[in-house]
C-alpha cells in the first residue's frame, strides 16, 4: 500500500519564525507533489505543487523535493498567525493517468503571537 | 474559471435514513472526479473516483455508492446510514495534463444519529 507520511505535531512557532513541515512517500514512480492547507472546518486549498528536485519559491511558501531521498518538505517563512491550519501533504500515484493522489494525515501548524 | 459546488453544506440525519450528496463542477470540461470523506481529526480518505459519465471506480468498499449521470455532476448515494458515515464529505476535480492536481469542493459535513 502506498504511503505517505508526515512529521507529527501539533507544530507551534512564534510569530515572524520559519515553519519547517515534512514528509516522506513510498512511491517511487510518483511525478507530482503537492502541499494543501486546511483551516478548521473547511475544505484543502492547494498552496503548492512541484514536480522537479530541488527548491520552488512561492512568495513566503517554498517546497523542496528529493526524489532520491523520497522527501518533501514545505518551508513557511515570517509565519503569521493567519497560517495556522493542518498541512496536507499529497502525493499522486505512480500508477495511474487520472490523477488520483494520496494524502498524509496532516501536520497542525499554530503560530502564536 | 473553474468552480465546484457541493450540497448540502451541511446533513443531519438518523441511521437507516438514505443519503444523496451532489456535487458540479463548472468550467472544465470531462474532468476527473473524486469523492473523499474525512473523519473528525484524520486524513483524506478516497471513497471513489470517476474519469467519464458512468465510469465509477470504488477505492473502499462500503454501503456507499457514486453516480456521474453527466459530465460534471458527480453524486454519492447510500441505502441506509450508519454511525460511521459521519465525516466531512468532499468533492473534487483534476484534468489530465495537470500532473494530478486536485481542486476542492467546500464540503458537506455528515452527522448520522
Known amino acids: 500500500q502506498k504511503e505517505v507520511e508526515q512529521n507529527s505535531g501539533p507544530l507551534s512557532v512564534p510569530e515572524g519564525a520559519i515553519a519547517s513541515l515534512n514528509c516522506t512517500y513510498s512511491?517511487?514512480?510518483?511525478?507530482?507533489f503537492f502541499w494543501y492547507r486546511q483551516y478548521s472546518g473547511k475544505s484543502p486549498e492547494l498552496i503548492m505543487s512541484i514536480y522537479s528536485n530541488g527548491d520552488k519559491e512561492d512568495g513566503r511558501f517554498t517546497a523542496q523535493l528529493n526524489k532520491a531521498s523520497q522527501y518533501v518538505s514545505l518551508l513557511i517563512r515570517d509565519s503569521q498567525p493567519s497560517d495556522s491550519a493542518t498541512y496536507l501533504c499529497?502525493?499522486?500515484?505512480?500508477?495511474?493517468?487520472?490523477?488520483?493522489?494520496?494524502f498524509g494525515q496532516g501536520t497542525i501548524l499554530t503560530v502564536h503571537p | 474559471s473553474q468552480t465546484i459546488h457541493q450540497w448540502p453544506a451541511t446533513l443531519v440525519q438518523p441511521v437507516g435514513s438514505p443519503l444523496s450528496l451532489e456535487c458540479t463542477v463548472e468550467?472544465?470540461?470531462?474532468?476527473?472526479l473524486y469523492w473523499y470523506r474525512q473523519a473528525a481529526g484524520r486524513g483524506l480518505q478516497l471513497l471513489f473516483y470517476s474519469v467519464g459519465i458512468g465510469q465509477i471506480s470504488s477505492e473502499v468498499p462500503q454501503n456507499l455508492s457514486a453516480s456521474r449521470p453527466q459530465d460534471r455532476q458527480f453524486i454519492l448515494s447510500s441505502k441506509k446510514l450508519l454511525l460511521s458515515d459521519s465525516g466531512f464529505y468532499l468533492c473534487?476535480?483534476?484534468?489530465?495534463?495537470?500532473?494530478?492536481?486536485?481542486?476542492f469542493g467546500p464540503g458537506t459535513r455528515l452527522t448520522v444519529l
Open positions: 468550467g472544465t470540461s470531462n474532468p476527473n
Open positions: 499529497a502525493v499522486n500515484d505512480g500508477g495511474t493517468s487520472y490523477g488520483k493522489l494520496t
Open positions: 512511491d517511487r514512480g510518483s511525478q507530482s
Open positions: 473534487a476535480w483534476s484534468v489530465d495534463g495537470t500532473g494530478g492536481t486536485q481542486y
